[in-house]
């Protein structure tokens, strides 16, 4: 198993397909107060490789997408800061309302601006408008994707190159398996402690994904390069 940062740039082609919403989120509602990183075992540096990769000195909009509650945000203005970067414009979306109101107070002193949506749409709920296409520099992803099920996996690569400039970069941390028999026998784990958790979506909807998976969907995008960074294995 690898915890891996991607780096995709890609031209402006993409397919926009609208799907169902998958019930995931509601697990999010769930969950509550929660500690992404420590749960999935991200450590300062491997999240600050992911800002530097990121690279938000040279990027004027970035989308944190599936954003809980906009810890990634919140730390890439601490970097920016940091390092005397003027931060760029950030939107973070979100499908959980309980995560989207924590994202609110943890980002009200930044300019941040916590959108209510569904990354598979990129539908904006409250002002029921889509984000319109090519506008971010970059789209972050930090453990996001294996809560998407399979079926929508292409889905989700569609819709962010969407919104993503024809130069800009999508940048993700996640879980990669090679292993297939390894990627199962983790997926009944989390299955397992998802139900005592009473996350139901969650045990329905989660897919980790192999990295056969992953590249048969990234280069149906026309993905021009792929650069990734192992930075845990
Ligand atoms: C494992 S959490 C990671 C949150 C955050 N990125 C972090 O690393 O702390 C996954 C998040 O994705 C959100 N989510 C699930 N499905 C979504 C969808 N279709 N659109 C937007 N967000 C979604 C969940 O509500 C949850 O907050």
Redesign the pocket.
Known sequence: MQNVAYLFNSPKEYAMNVVD??E??T??DKVGVYD??AINGFSEQMLTTMLDIVNPGHASTILD?????G??TLRLYDYCERRGLFPPDIAV????RV?CELAKEQLADTPAKVIW????TMEDYENEELLPESVFDRVM????NH??PLINQLDLYNSIFRVLKPEGIFVNLGFLFDDVEERDQFREIARCKDSLADMHSAVKNRHFLTRDELYTHVSNHGVNSLKINKLIS
Not at 117 to 120: E, P
């Open positions: 919403l998958p995931v989120a697990a999010y992404q990183d997408a599936m954003a809980g509650n810890n990634l979306l979100e499908y959980s995560q949506g569904d990354i598979l992803l930090k453990s996001g809560e998407i």
